[in-house]
Structures are given as C-alpha cells and as structure tokens.
C-alpha cells in the first residue's frame, strides 16, 4: 500500500500570457505518474491558451509522490470578446490513460453560469473525447471553469497502480465540427503491457502496464525513443519470466530495420508460442506441443517498416492476424506444451531456458507487446490494432 507519509509538492512556474483574439485552438495539458513512494512521481498540469479568448496565469503544477486521496485543482476561463453567441465543446485532444480500476477521477465546475461535470473515471484513451458538450457563451460573457483530477482511494492496496502513467490534453473544439476515436484496448485476460513508455532507462527495467507489474529486465544498450524501444545490437533483448498460457494470444507492434531469421516475442524451450521473422521477410507465429510445433507464416514477403502482428491459439486452432487482418489459420491436434526448463518469455531473441539466443536477435524497434490468457476474436484483434494506428 502506498505511505500515507509521501511528501507532495507543487511547484508553479509564471509563464507570460497570450490572449486569442481569434476562434482558434489551444489545449490544458498535463501527466500523472503513480509509483511506489521510494520512487519519484509525477503529476504535471499545464495551461494554455484556447479558443476565443482563454486565460490563467499559465501556471505549470508538479505533485511528486503520489498517494491514494491526492487531488489536485486548476482553474481557467474562456471569454467570448465577440457580439454574438458562440457554441463550443470541451474535450479531451488526446488521452492516454494507463491507471486501472477507475482510480483516477476528474471533475469539473463552473463559478458562473456555466455547467459543469461530476466526478467521473478518466477515459482510457482516445482523441476528441467529448467532457462537457453543447456550451453556449454569450458576447462579452467569461465562464469561469475549474478541473479538480484526483487518485481515489479505495479499501484495498492500489499497488496494482504502482508505475501508471496518465497523459492529456484537455481543450475546446467547435461543436459537432470533429471526430472522437477510442483508442481503448480490450482488457479481458490482459496478462502483459509494455507500451512505448515503458522502458525505464534509469533502473534498465521494461515496465508492465497492465496491472500485474510482470517487468522485464532490459539487456544490452537498447535505445529510448519516441517509437519504443530499438534493439540494434545481438545483445539487446529483454528477459521476463515463466508465461505460459494455453489458449494464448501475443501480440506485437513492431518496427523492422533488417530482415533476418529473428524472434520477436519468444516464450520458446521445446514447447511455448512466438512471434517471429524470416530471412525471406514472412511473419510467424508459432506454438510448440508434446508430439510436434506447429507455425503459420504470412505468406507475403514483407519488407522494412511498421507492422502489427497477433498470434492466436484457441485450444484447437492457429491463426495469424497481420495489421488487424486474418492471414492465416491451421488446426493444431495438442496443447501448447510447458517450455522445459521453466523457460522465460524474452523479446528481441529467442529464449534458451532463462537466457536468450543471440544468434536470433531482432533488429528494430518494439512499440506495443501484449499477451492474453484466452484466445482474442477477430473483432478484439481489430479493436487493439485501430487503438494503436
């Protein structure tokens, strides 16, 4: 559970003021970062100017150490200098919200005439995401908001939270005139999340994102970047530990900068599941029983670039999805056997009991890698590979 003792602190920085005379366009942004509180987090919370005419001090909050029952509060208005009434809507620009469980809340309220918003769970993910719709500020009239987010606390331990990560930018876009996308990601039998924050180049630790806090030991000199995480030499890989399910589906988004023979996802040992590639530029998935292993290629060769690839295995049947796309499919007469050794699931190499083949290393870069306990179906494949393109 989380010390009730951990210090917040604020800090807020004056930055000059611009005011929009013009109906364009500018965003609230902040990010939140929970971890256990012999760690630093991070809560951020930064104003701008937005339509018509918004203003604050454009002040920039910072809270480390968060606790369960943090709270934080900014205030903002938007102006209408015009003569005539204006319609408009607040909402979340883009989200990314990785806390579980509904446990970050926000609302907001309104000191004027305005309405506000009840406390409600923060979205998951998305862009243009709709918060108060409908607004109709009449000339000269200023609407006084202000947004309180908040860590709630629960009668149980949150640690499930530790290393959680919310980003946003909240803004003001014409009604009706923009088009919300979910980009929320099937949870149901998630056993595994990195994502392209995940790489912890201060502790070399790969993050789980999904709640069960399965981190990865990160080898080699792989480097951060925007995309992910790049592995260039044959000795960048990540380590993780025994996952071994059966029906299992693995996931990954992907960037290729060489075709070789290559293991992307690999819980392999004489039994297991991966996702790899070939010499000749095909994508495999690959599921290993008592009596034999069984694999599916996507039978066109691909070249340098971006993909997104889920190997399925229901029990009864393989199949490999490609950019959200069926390929291919074959019955498989056995279960997915244990791999021997108690073998460890890695990613850029293909594993070795609790070490990696080297030989085999990927060359590229890792945005998104998923595994689920239970076979996805078509549509949920499409749900996760439309959340990320």
């Given at each position: 559970m989380?010390?009730k003792?951990?210090?917040?602190?604020i800090v807020?920085?004056?930055?000059?003021?611009?005011?929009?005379t013009?109906?364009?366009f500018?965003?609230a942004?902040?990010v939140?970062?929970?971890k256990?509180t012999?760690?630093t987090?991070?809560?951020?919370?930064k104003?701008?100017?937005l339509?018509?005419?918004?203003?604050d001090n454009?002040s920039?909050i910072k809270?480390q150490d968060?606790?369960p029952?943090?709270s934080?509060?900014?205030?903002?208005?938007?102006?209408?200098t015009?003569?005539a009434?204006v319609?408009?809507?607040?909402?979340?620009?883009?989200?990314?919200n990785?806390?579980?469980?509904?446990?970050?809340?926000?609302s907001?309220?309104c000191?004027?005439?305005?309405?506000g918003?009840?406390?409600?769970a923060?979205?998951e993910?998305?862009d243009?995401?709709?918060?108060l719709?409908n607004?109709?500020?009449?000339a000269?009239k200023t609407y006084?908001y202000?947004l309180k987010?908040t860590?709630?606390?629960k009668p149980v331990d949150q640690?499930?939270?530790n290393?959680?990560?919310?980003?946003?930018?909240i803004?003001?876009?014409?009604?009706k005139d923009y088009?919300t996308?979910d980009?929320?990601?099937?949870?149901?039998?998630?056993?595994?999340?990195y994502n392209?924050?995940?790489?912890?180049?201060?502790?070399?630790?790969?993050?789980?994102?999904?709640?069960k806090?399965?981190d990865g030991?990160v080898?080699?000199?792989?480097?951060?970047?925007?995309?992910?995480?790049t592995?260039?030499?044959?000795?960048?890989?990540v380590i993780?530990?025994?996952?071994?399910y059966?029906?299992?589906?693995v996931?990954?988004e992907?960037?290729?900068?060489?075709?070789?023979n290559?293991?992307i996802?690999?819980?392999?040992?004489?039994?297991?599941?991966s996702?790899s590639?070939?010499?000749?530029?095909r994508?495999y998935t690959e599921?290993?029983?008592v009596s034999?292993?069984?694999?599916?290629p996507?039978?066109?060769?691909?070249?340098a670039?971006?993909?997104?690839a889920?190997?399925?295995?229901?029990?009864?049947d393989?199949?490999?999805y490609?950019?959200?796309?069926l390929?291919?499919?074959?019955?498989?007469p056995?279960?997915i056997?244990?791999?021997?050794s108690?073998?460890y699931?890695a990613?850029?190499?293909?594993?070795?009991?609790?070490?990696c083949?080297t030989a085999?290393?990927?060359?590229?870069?890792?945005?998104?890698i998923?595994?689920?306990?239970r076979?996805?179906?078509a549509?949920?494949?499409?749900?996760?590979y439309?959340a990320?393109?």
């Amino acid at each position: 559970m989380f010390s009730k003792k951990s210090k917040i602190i604020i800090v807020t920085i004056i930055l000059a003021m611009l005011i929009l005379t013009v109906f364009g366009f500018t965003y609230a942004y902040f990010v939140v970062r929970a971890k256990k509180t012999n760690t630093t987090t991070n809560v951020n919370l930064k104003f701008s100017d937005l339509k018509i005419e918004f203003s604050d001090n454009n002040s920039y909050i910072k809270a480390q150490d968060i606790v369960p029952s943090w709270s934080a509060t900014k205030t903002f208005k938007v102006t209408n200098t015009g003569d005539a009434d204006v319609m408009y809507d607040i909402v979340w620009l883009s989200l990314d919200n990785e806390f579980i469980n509904d446990d970050m809340v926000y609302s907001i309220s309104c000191a004027t005439d305005c309405s506000g918003l009840n406390e409600k769970a923060v979205e998951e993910a998305g862009d243009n995401i709709p918060i108060l719709t409908n607004i109709v500020i009449p000339a000269t009239k200023t609407y006084t908001y202000t947004l309180k987010l908040t860590y709630k606390e629960k009668p149980v331990d949150q640690n499930y939270n530790n290393k959680m990560t919310l980003e946003g930018n909240i803004g003001i876009l014409n009604t009706k005139d923009y088009v919300t996308k979910d980009r929320s990601i099937v949870r149901n039998g998630l056993e595994l999340l990195y994502n392209k924050r995940s790489f912890s180049t201060a502790t070399n630790t790969l993050l789980d994102k999904s709640g069960k806090h399965i981190d990865g030991t990160v080898f080699g000199n792989p480097t951060k970047n925007e995309e992910g995480m790049t592995f260039l030499n044959n000795g960048d890989n990540v380590i993780i530990g025994e996952l071994n399910y059966n029906p299992v589906s693995v996931e990954a988004e992907f960037k290729i900068n060489n075709i070789h023979n290559a293991y992307i996802v690999s819980n392999l040992n004489h039994g297991g599941y991966s996702l790899s590639i070939n010499g000749a530029g095909r994508i495999y998935t690959e599921v290993v029983g008592v009596s034999d292993k069984y694999y599916q290629p996507y039978a066109s060769n691909i070249g340098a670039g971006k993909y997104h690839a889920v190997g399925v295995f229901n029990g009864t049947d393989l199949k490999l999805y490609v950019n959200g796309e069926l390929k291919t499919s074959m019955n498989v007469p056995e279960n997915i056997k244990n791999p021997q050794s108690n073998g460890y699931l890695a990613l850029g190499c293909k594993t070795f009991g609790k070490s990696c083949d080297t030989a085999l290393h990927f060359v590229g870069t890792l945005s998104n890698i998923k595994v689920y306990s239970r076979a996805l179906s078509a549509e949920e494949v499409k749900k996760n590979y439309n959340a990320l393109n």
